[in-house]
Nanobody
Framework: VQLQASGGGLVQAGGSLRLSCAGS????????TGWFRQAPGKEREFVAA????????LYADSVKGRFTISRDNAKKTVYLQMNSLKPEDTAVYYC???????????????WGQGTLVTVSS
């Protein structure tokens, strides 16, 4: 499985962005997919995850009510819609996939290259 993240950019506080994670490989749709982020000088943290079916989603408390994760298995793509962005959302965002039901980044087997999101105040 290979992952390609895109959609990052510069946005003002209160604005919106949609990140995309395009997967390759016929088994991509069977994997749980998550988004993680790493801010400058900080450790990488969990943001959101979605099961292979798209039925269940999980969010970090810091993004609940503002971010929405979704997937289109026909397009082998997972999305992260980010609304009401804050300067503290500034980070490199990574998508990742795992065959397990987990939000533990160390159990994610496949990672995309990351896309930078910068939120100005």
């Amino acid at each position: 499985v290979q992952l390609q993240a895109s959609g990052g950019g510069l946005v003002q506080a209160g604005g919106s962005l949609r990140l995309s994670c395009a997967g390759s490989g016929r088994t991509f749709s069977t994997y749980m997919t998550g988004w993680f982020r790493q801010a400058p000088g900080k450790e990488r943290e969990f943001v959101a995850a979605i099961t292979w079916s798209g039925i269940s989603t999980l969010y970090a408390d810091s993004v609940k009510g503002r971010f929405t994760i979704s997937r289109d298995n026909a397009k082998k793509t997972v999305y992260l819609q980010m609304n009401s962005l804050k300067p503290e959302d500034t980070a490199v965002y990574y998508c990742a996939a795992t065959g397990r039901a987990t939000v533990d980044e160390y159990q994610y087997d496949y990672w995309g290259q990351g896309t930078l999101v910068t939120v100005s105040s």
